[in-house]
């Protein structure tokens, strides 16, 4: 993997504030205020679709030139207020997609609307299972929070009720070498990926209109990508998120040939081909791309998720889509690991396609 140009402390203090911040789908406003205060200097326009996602516009310097957009989604998975009994335990549901056993005992905030309460999730205690409970891993509707409160009115006053959001209490720390964790790399890493983006294309004469989009909703149906690119009507488009390694324990290669460390990642296919199969031009952009940088990349061909260029590939008459990832370990958990360097190289590749999209892609709209 090549050294590039982009200091990593930067990235890692850019991705600790994002990852720090709050932004269960649905409820992405916190995410949505720091990324629209970081893109007013880089862009022309901002603006947002009715669904909530952001919409940057940086526009081209030529009348003729495509449009292209760096889609990446706000949102993490969490959990949202269910009900509440007579004694103050909190019953919840899953915002997006948790394997219920990285649930037990994690610390959470729930964001009541006059004030935000810390809590933790219990569920019964070992001590007390019978033997046939302790066969099975425990699952959701079996566990409950629990934030200190000694009735249910004691919850009411802050404001909580049914429908209350709730987001897992953990902060982004740094781990041995360029590795640090957090929650909530899925997707903020992509969000300062496509910050930094579009910040190394300031004051540069880029032909290509560029919309950087902050999506709503990609944890539960890739619900904003598919209103913005309707907004927007790109040319083209990249979808920048995270992806499965096979890199430790518990996954083979054979599961997932990627590893963290070793560049970005470029999708061909992913879901099966069910999500999406990267357009043939896009590839042959993103791979040049990579060439004249000197980044490393990788290759992926992926059976299980998708991205938001599931729905944006498939928006109005087709739009050419491909995906820039970054390799997470333990991604919908609350100790997701990447590799800092993945995303200085990513930025590289991002911002020298930006540059060149012209040359691959016209103006059909």
């Not at 000694?150 to 897992?168: A, F, Q, R």
């Not at 964790?181 to 560029?210: C, H, P, Q, W, Y």
Request: hydrophobic letters at 35%; a negative charge.
């Amino acid at each position: 993997m090549t050294t590039n140009s982009q200091p990593l402390d930067h990235i890692s203090k850019l991705l600790e504030k994002y990852t720090n911040a709050h932004g269960v789908s649905g409820n992405e406003d916190e995410i949505c205020r720091l990324l629209k205060e970081d893109l007013k200097d880089c862009t022309d326009e901002i603006k947002f679709d009715a669904l909530g996602s952001l919409i940057a516009v940086r526009k081209g310097s030529s009348p003729s030139g495509p449009t292209i957009m760096l889609a990446a989604h706000m949102d993490e998975i969490g959990l949202m207020v269910k009900y509440i009994d007579d004694n103050g335990f909190i019953r919840f549901a899953k915002i997006g997609g948790w394997n219920d056993p990285t649930l037990v005992s994690q610390r959470v905030i729930v964001h009541g609307r006059n004030g935000n309460a810390v809590g933790v999730i219990g569920s019964k205690p070992p001590h007390v299972m019978s033997a046939e409970d302790a066969k099975h891993p425990p699952q959701h509707k079996d566990m409950f929070i629990d934030i200190g409160a000694e009735n249910v009115e004691d919850v009411k006053k802050l404001g909580i009720e049914p429908g209350t959001y709730i987001s897992l209490d953990r902060e982004f720390k740094k781990l041995l070498n360029t590795r640090a964790t957090s929650k909530s790399f899925d997707n903020r890493i992509g969000i300062v990926l496509m910050i930094e983006t579009m910040r190394r294309l300031k004051g540069k004469d880029i032909k290509a209109t560029i919309c950087a989009v902050g999506t709503v909703q990609e944890e539960v149906g890739l619900k904003g990508a598919r209103t913005a690119a309707y907004a927007i009507s790109a040319d083209a488009a990249l979808a920048l998120d995270t992806t499965v390694p096979g890199d430790h324990p518990g996954i083979t290669k054979q599961d997932s040939p990627l590893e963290i460390g070793k560049g970005p990642i470029l999708t061909v296919a992913d879901a099966s081909g069910r999500g999406i199969i990267s357009h043939p031009q896009v590839l042959r952009w993103l791979r040049d791309s990579a060439e004249k940088t000197g980044t490393s990349v990788q290759l992926s061909v992926g059976e299980g998720g998708t991205t938001d260029a599931s729905a944006i590939h498939l928006t109005k008459e087709g739009i050419p889509t491909g995906t820039i990832q970054i390799a997470t370990r333990y991604i919908h958990s609350p100790v997701e690991v990447a590799d800092l360097r993945d995303i200085a190289a990513a930025i590289d590749l991002a911002a020298e396609a930006a540059e060149k999209a012209h040359k691959y892609f016209t103006k059909r709209n």
